[in-house]
């Protein structure tokens, strides 16, 4: 089976431009998860998708927002960027099954590198 | 509230020793705990997890971990490092109860030497 994969890669950006971040979970994969890792504040957890439906969000800033498709394929989305958005985003999938709470492990892609100048 | 502690920011151990990183946890219902790995330029890589049952839960690569309840912590042990055990290493917490979300810790890095 393939792993989770993320597109772009790398994307570099200017103060106030947007972004839109690509990935695609493991197949048959519902759940999708994304996070926010930096040096200082470690890994945050941004939101979490299953079914298209947000079942969790952390605590960030409404400029940060996110989708899943019917597909299970899910992006996120940032407007207004800030130097302190750089960072390495990193998306999750799981195969939760939409019932109860979740003790299945994530699959992590490699990541999607942002830096905005 | 969910968090997780990851007490050493590096640890430092010589190849084919024992090496134990520490992670404590604290969540309001019962607790779902991975530890995941990540090296260079990578995303993490899961490596065990705790559910229920055997306090001690066996995993990839030779790694293995021990949930205690009473100290609300789950180390990952192995019984002889590696170099190439060098990465850096994650702890997590789900709490059971529905609706809450994966709580990582800061990540502790390990450095085995040769």
């Known amino acids: 089976k393939a792993g989770v994969t993320q597109t772009p890669r790398y994307l570099i950006k200017t103060r106030g431009q947007q972004v839109t971040l690509s990935c695609s979970p493991i197949?048959?994969?519902?759940?999708v998860s994304w996070y926010q890792q930096t040096p200082g504040q470690g890994l945050q957890f941004l939101f979490e998708y299953f079914s298209e439906t947000q079942r969790n969000k952390g605590n960030f800033p409404g400029r940060f927002s996110g989708r899943q498709f019917s597909n299970s394929r899910s992006e996120m989305n940032v407007s207004t960027l800030e130097l302190g958005d750089s960072a390495l985003y990193l998306c999750?999938?799981?195969?939760?099954?939409?019932?109860?709470?979740?003790?299945?492990?994530?699959?992590f892609g490699p990541g999607t590198r942002l830096t905005v100048l | 509230a969910q968090s997780v502690a990851q007490p050493e920011d590096q640890v430092n151990v010589a190849e084919g020793n024992p090496l134990t990183v520490k992670c404590t946890y604290s969540?309001?219902?019962?607790?779902?705990l991975f530890w995941y790995v990540q090296y260079p330029n990578r995303g993490l890589q899961f490596l065990l997890k705790y559910i229920t049952g055997d306090n001690l839960v066996k995993g990839s690569y030779g790694f293995e971990a021990e949930f205690n309840k009473s100290q609300t912590s789950f180390h990952l042990k192995k019984p002889s490092a590696l170099v190439s055990d060098s990465a850096l290493y994650f702890c997590?917490?789900?709490?059971?109860?529905?609706?809450?979300?994966?709580?990582f810790g800061p990540g502790t890095r390990l450095s085995v030497l040769p």
């Open positions: 999750a999938s799981s195969p939760y099954l939409g019932s109860g709470s979740s003790y299945n492990e994530q699959f």
């Open positions: 997590a917490v789900r709490d059971s109860n529905y609706g809450q979300n994966f709580v």
């Open positions: 969540v309001s219902g019962n607790p779902y």
């Open positions: 197949s048959g994969h519902r759940s």
